[in-house]
């Protein structure tokens, strides 16, 4: 699966800003799909993550109520809405792929290219 994403920017507190992930080389809907982010001399941290079909989600704690995971399989995309952003949200965020549903980074088979998303305060 090769997996592009886009939508990143710099933004104000408080903001939105929706990135999508566009799939491509593989049956999409074959596998779960995650959004990872990584700050600055920080580690990679899960986001977000959907499962094949879209029926569940699960979010990290930092996020929740923020950021929507959703996903288009007629269209071999998956999208994350942020809403109410924060300077903390800073990081460049990691779309990725899983033939199973979990949120660890290191079970994710396939990674995009990342897209830097900046909140300024």
């Known amino acids: 699966v090769q997996l592009q994403a886009s939508g990143g920017g710099l933004v104000q507190a408080g903001g939105s800003l929706r990135l999508s992930c566009a799939a491509s080389?593989?049956?999409?809907?074959?596998?779960?799909m995650g959004w990872f982010r990584q700050a600055p001399g920080k580690e990679r941290e899960f986001v977000a993550a959907?499962?094949?079909?879209?029926?569940?989600?699960h979010y990290a704690n930092s996020v929740k109520g923020r950021f929507t995971i959703s996903r288009d399989n007629a269209k071999n995309t998956v999208y994350l809405q942020m809403n109410s952003l924060k300077p903390e949200d800073t990081a460049v965020y990691y779309c990725?792929?899983?033939?199973?549903?979990?949120?660890?980074?290191?079970?994710?088979?396939?990674w995009g290219q990342g897209t830097q998303v900046t909140i300024s305060s």
């Open positions: 990725a792929a899983t033939g199973a549903w979990t949120i660890a980074g290191d079970e994710y088979d396939y």
């Open positions: 959907i499962s094949r079909l879209g029926s569940s989600t």
């Open positions: 080389g593989r049956t999409f809907s074959n596998y779960g």
